[in-house]
């Protein structure tokens, strides 16, 4: 049992180690990464959100003029997951005094999102992607969950920055520091994958 248990976690150190040296834009696995400078892929998809509770669909056009934070997890009530939701509500008003806006998405149901929302107290919408459709436009959907992926999206939505390297801890003050260097630079010429 032990040397099944020793094979399993070589196994995947060894996976893990081959995924860490291939390129930013591979490691997407779940689909290709959208373009930067390139128009955002669309979504229409049901969730729920504290602000709106009688609202249930959100859709790519109802943030045009607006930058918009777009970011997929895994799931609801996980630790990394939950660490990276109370980043954003701890920086949201940090983003909304910038002319942005937060969305998260991931396959959780709505119902899951709502409870979610009034556990955390987030004042964002979470969005259900229950069948990863969303997920694979922006490349980040490795079945049955959404990867760890942000997107910044600028007012005339077009793709600014992608981050797919992650870390819950710090990342919402991370994409604000960026938001606010693009904006002070009275442009959104940086662009890149992180």
Not at 80 to 106: K, M, N, P, Y
Request: hydrophobic share 40%.
């Amino acid at each position: 049992m032990a040397l099944l248990t020793r094979r399993a976690v070589l196994g995947g150190l060894l996976l893990a180690g081959g995924l860490a040296a291939l390129p930013r834009p591979a490691r997407a696995l779940g689909g290709t990464l959208p373009t930067l400078d390139a128009p955002a892929p669309d979504f229409d998809l049901p969730g729920s959100s504290s602000v709106e509770p009688d609202r249930t669909r959100w859709r790519l056009a109802d943030f045009a003029g607006s930058w918009l934070v777009l970011y997929f997890y895994p799931k609801d009530f996980t630790g990394g997951c939950t660490l990276e939701a109370r980043g954003f509500q701890a920086s949201l008003e940090g983003f909304h005094s910038r002319g942005a806006e937060v969305v998260g998405v991931s396959a959780d149901s709505a119902e899951q999102h709502e409870s979610f929302c009034s556990s955390e107290a987030l004042a964002f919408p979470l969005l259900s992607d229950s069948n990863g459709s969303v997920s694979r436009t922006y490349g980040s959907w490795i079945a049955p969950f959404s990867q760890r992926h942000t997107f910044l999206i600028d007012p005339e939505g077009r793709l600014r920055r992608i981050w797919t390297a992650v870390r819950p801890t710090g990342h919402a003050a991370e994409v604000l520091a960026v938001l606010t260097e693009m904006q002070a630079s009275g442009s959104s010429v940086r662009t890149g994958t992180v």
